[in-house]
């Protein structure tokens, strides 16, 4: 079946610096994909979206590109914020076939001032 | 800013005992969710809801398991007889009609069955 792999944390990054979280899928159709934020004691946020092949996602500096040649939607930011510290979950949906999400394991992020 | 809400935030129980989960979807959403996820593992689809039936159910949603939209605002989920394995943060998710992909997702009710 579908399903998210992405790299294990936590991540520990100084402010300013350069953010890569990777995240790869598999899938037998043509999925969308989405990063979604967690912030402590919150619920689970929508970041960014791609629905097609080789479309970017942005939203409050970071970015994903949907790369169909290598199953990949990896999120970047250019200089993280102390407020980016949360946990980062990669997923999939694939809405010809049904409306469920299916998750990564999560990424939690922690950004040191 | 409209936002989905659960309650309680926090559940302890024993095991064998029932639960009700209560969630109170954005108002004009028409399709809900409820997700898990045991600690340190993935967050898991469980159920979808439409116009007050099931649509679509993971092989996690047994016959412990139950939802409900017992009037026009709550949406509850319903373990019968919890067992140890039920232990995990659940999330309510509810979207508005047509393709928008997006569903808002519920801060989460932390169960702990003891």
């Known amino acids: 079946g579908d399903s998210v792999t992405q790299m294990e944390g936590p991540v520990t990054l100084s402010e300013e610096a350069f953010l890569t979280i990777n995240c790869t899928y598999t899938?037998?159709?043509?999925?969308?994909l989405f990063w979604y934020v967690q912030y402590p004691g919150e619920g689970l946020q929508l970041l960014l979206k791609a629905t097609k092949a080789d479309d970017k996602g942005s939203n409050k500096g970071f970015e994903a590109t949907y790369r169909k040649e290598t199953t990949s939607f990896h999120l970047e930011k250019g200089s993280v914020q102390v407020s980016d510290s949360a946990v980062y979950f990669c997923?999939?949906?694939?809405?010809?076939?049904?409306?469920?999400?299916?998750f990564g394991k999560g990424t939690r992020l922690h950004i040191l001032p | 800013e409209p936002e989905v809400t659960q309650t309680p935030s926090h559940q302890v129980t024993q095991m064998g005992q029932e639960v009700i989960l209560r969630c109170v979807p954005i108002?004009?959403?028409?399709?809900f969710y409820w997700y898990r996820q045991i600690l340190g593992q993935k967050v898991e689809f469980l159920v979808s809801f439409y116009n007050n039936e099931i649509s679509e159910k993971s092989e996690i949603f047994d016959d412990q398991f139950s939802v409900e939209r017992p009037d026009g605002s709550n949406f509850t989920l319903k373990i019968r007889s919890t067992k140890l394995e039920d232990s995990a943060m659940y999330f309510c998710a509810s979207s508005a009609p047509g393709p928008s992909l997006e569903q808002y997702f519920g801060p989460g009710t932390r169960l702990t069955v003891t």
């Open positions: 899938a037998t159709g043509y999925p969308s």
């Open positions: 108002s004009n959403h028409l399709y």
């Open positions: 997923a999939l949906s694939d809405p010809n076939r049904d409306d469920k999400i299916i």
